[in-house]
């Protein structure tokens, strides 16, 4: 589990391929110190699993269901990443619920600086839209957002200084494909409506009342 509050930022050292995936060599830099084999890292909002541990160099293995779901397969040599290790139970929980199971990929549509703030648009499919909600949370790359708008083709965030200073986003372009996971209190609560509702009758305001809602 993770928060999607960025520790720091690494740097993509090797892209190899190996036995049905890819391996990973990441610099963790600063938190190398607190990692060892065996450990959870979320790589741009992907839980990954320390194979190797060579001073500062971790070693992931990618397998294939990784590569098709995320944008990992993407990054090459100098790539810069976001990390975070998993929450230990005594943390303070800052961000949101971050599985690392990243439910698919979107494209940044649009960028508009505000000053030092700035604004970003993502075009995205139907079945990430469908977990989302406005101002709810959503992790793009790893980093913990709320959402500022959503339409049919996709959806927007506001991203303050800080968050670009210390996260990719402050680096990203029109163009870059971004790994996103949506929140799991959405992705449940709209679980437990498709198996209340009838198949054939949509979600109306006068049908939540009559659940309780």
Excluded: W, Y
């Excluded at 990973?24 to 060892?36: E, F, K, N, P, Y």
């Excluded at 040599?77 to 949101?96: C, I, Q």
């Excluded at 437990?192 to 049908?207: D, G, V």
Aim: with cysteine; net charge neutral.
């Amino acid at each position: 589990m993770f928060t999607g509050l960025i520790e720091t930022i690494g740097a993509v050292k090797s892209v190899r391929p190996s036995r049905g995936g890819i391996r990973l060599t990441v610099d963790l830099g600063t938190i190398a110190g607190g990692a060892g084999t065996g450990d959870s890292i979320a790589v741009n909002g992907t839980c990954l699993t320390i194979v190797r541990l060579q001073g500062s160099l971790a070693g992931f293995d990618l397998s294939a269901e990784t590569l098709a779901k995320s944008a990992l397969g993407k990054l090459k040599p100098s790539s810069e990443v976001n990390l975070e290790r998993a929450m230990k139970a005594t943390d303070r929980f800052g961000g949101h619920f971050v599985q690392g199971h990243v439910d698919g990929t979107a494209t940044t549509e649009a960028i508009e600086r505000r000053g030092d703030f700035a604004e970003i648009r993502f075009a995205a499919g139907a079945e990430l839209l469908e977990g989302m909600v406005v101002k709810g949370s959503v992790a793009v790359d790893g980093i913990s957002l709320t959402i500022a708008g959503i339409d049919r083709h996709g959806f927007s965030i506001s991203v303050i200084p800080e968050t670009l200073r210390r996260t990719t986003l402050g680096k990203v372009k029109i163009g870059d494909c971004l790994n996103i996971e949506t929140d799991i209190i959405v992705k449940a609560v709209k679980k437990q409506l498709e198996n209340i509702l009838p198949k054939t009758e949509p979600l109306t305001a006068e049908k939540l009342r009559q659940l309780g809602f």
